[in-house]
């Protein structure tokens, strides 16, 4: 059984930005400089918590995706990586209403995060990259 | 004691750079020939009437009032910078200070009077490429690092990803030997445009190293050229004067090669990349501010573009191009990323 702490509002936090890709989408955490990609169905959750939602709505949302019960445990392993991973924090607000994102058929979430971040402190304001000696 | 003050004449001027036209007031006139070799690369033609940039250059003290910038914007090996409100505040490493004002598209650079004239030069140059930086963003177009080649005949472009040093001149030079054209070695500009993406040429000049002449002997005479920067030997060459009509000024981008060099592996392996990788590469090629809503511009971008792009990785043995097959094989694969 859960208990009420675990099913608190989560929201992306504000420096964590998310832009579609193909039929999915990438997550880039500014502070970590981490960047993540995710599948359609990661995306669905994540877009949730673009206005903040709680264990339970996502729950709630994926069964109407399609998900079953048994997917309960894998939704709540993304879930928890998002937490794990500082995207989203914990907000005292209640649970936006779900949003209305569409899911023809109902995949495992993935949420991958890439193994390298961006660079942290840059050649200059237009070239990022690490320079190599001449 | 008295202090005797001489007034100085200023000097002006002005560069379009792209879509940004940046007018200068200096009170240092030697500044402004330092500065002339950074700002006049950015030669290529613009279509569209330039936004205005006001910069008075001075010399003197940051003022008191506004606290040192820590680097929660942007960070780089020169530049700390913040964002507070419509400005951003950078310091450099020797005291070079800039308030550049986006909303009233007015900026301030003070300059401290330091030993090291080389260094304040090279920092003014910094605070420059960010104040230009920011205001191509401000104007929907998204810098990108990296260069670009489009076959004979053609209109899409294939974007060379790779930092520095890893030798996007060289790779874009063996194939405008063959006939292709280049939006430029280094520098684009990119814009989201009618449900496409748009790559824009910022220069016609290319960063040649002597030592190409080895393999490319129509380049020996740039010696004569002034080397750019004092870390390089490379030379800043108008495109012009070593492949004439070569220069494109827009293409759309349909390829990506991100570019490596193997000290000690085959002359050349090329793989596939799939979208993520793409984006991965692109976003390595854009100074992205931890700012969110300046980043998200730069990041969408860079995903709707990456999501249509055929990319590949494409490595590079040291000395790939002393055998002469390598570039007809390179275009062979260049041609597989393009429609």
């Known amino acids: 059984m859960q208990s009420p702490i675990d099913n608190r509002c989560w929201m992306l936090r504000p420096d964590v930005v998310s832009t579609v890709l193909n039929d999915g989408a990438v997550i880039l955490d500014l502070r970590s400089k981490f960047f993540f990609s995710t599948n359609p169905t990661g995306w669905a959750i994540a877009q949730m918590f673009e206005t903040g939602t709680t264990r339970d709505a996502v729950h709630g949302a994926c069964r109407k995706w399609g998900a079953a019960d048994a997917s309960i445990p894998e939704i709540n392993a993304l879930i928890d990586q998002m937490i794990s991973e500082g995207l989203v924090e914990p907000v005292n607000t209640p649970a936006a209403a779900t949003n209305g994102v569409a899911m023809a058929t109902w995949i495992s979430p993935t949420l991958s995060k890439h193994p390298e971040p961006l660079q942290r402190i840059m050649v200059s304001a237009f070239d990022p990259g690490l320079p190599l000696a001449e | ?339």
């Open chain 2, 1 to 339: 004691m008295s202090l005797a003050v001489t007034a100085q004449k200023q000097c002006t001027a002005a560069y379009l750079c792209g879509p940004v036209k940046l007018s200068l007031t200096f009170d240092d006139c030697s500044l402004q020939t330092a500065l002339d070799g950074l700002l006049s690369q950015y030669d290529a033609p613009w279509p569209a009437p330039a936004t205005e940039v006001f910069v008075t250059i001075e010399q003197g003290l940051p003022p008191a009032h506004i606290p040192e910038p820590v680097g929660v914007y942007l960070r780089s090996y020169r530049l700390r910078v913040d964002r507070c409100g419509t400005h951003l505040i950078s310091f450099s490493n020797v005291g070079v200070w800039m308030d550049f004002d986006e909303g009233e598209k007015q900026a301030q650079i003070i300059v401290p009077h330091h030993p090291d004239r080389e260094t304040v030069v090279e920092e003014v140059e910094q605070q420059l490429v960010l104040l230009l930086a920011r205001a191509w963003t401000s104007q929907g177009w998204t810098p990108l690092h990296a260069g670009s080649l489009i076959p004979p005949g053609k209109t899409n472009c294939v974007l060379v990803c790779a930092p520095s040093g890893v030798g996007k001149t060289t790779f874009i030079s063996a194939l405008l030997r063959r006939g292709w054209r280049t939006l430029g070695d280094d520098k684009v500009l990119l814009q989201k445009e009618n449900g496409s993406v748009v790559a824009r040429a910022l220069s016609r000049r290319v960063h040649l190293h002597p030592a190409l002449a080895n393999w490319f002997p129509e380049i020996r005479k740039i010696e004569k050229w002034p080397r750019y920067s004092r870390w390089t030997e490379k030379r800043m060459v108008k495109m012009e004067a070593i492949w004439p009509g070569q220069w494109i000024d827009s293409a759309i981008p349909t390829g990506l090669v991100q570019l490596e060099r193997a000290e000690n592996g085959p002359t050349l392996n090329i793989e596939p990349l799939d979208s993520v990788r793409a984006l991965n590469s692109l976003l390595r090629q854009i100074a992205i501010p931890s700012d969110a809503a300046d980043a998200r511009l730069l990041v969408s971008c860079a995903a709707a573009m990456a999501g249509r792009l055929r990319a590949a990785l494409v490595t590079v043995g040291n000395n790939a191009f002393s055998d002469s097959s390598t570039a007809g094989r390179l275009e062979e694969a260049l041609r597989g990323l393009l429609p």
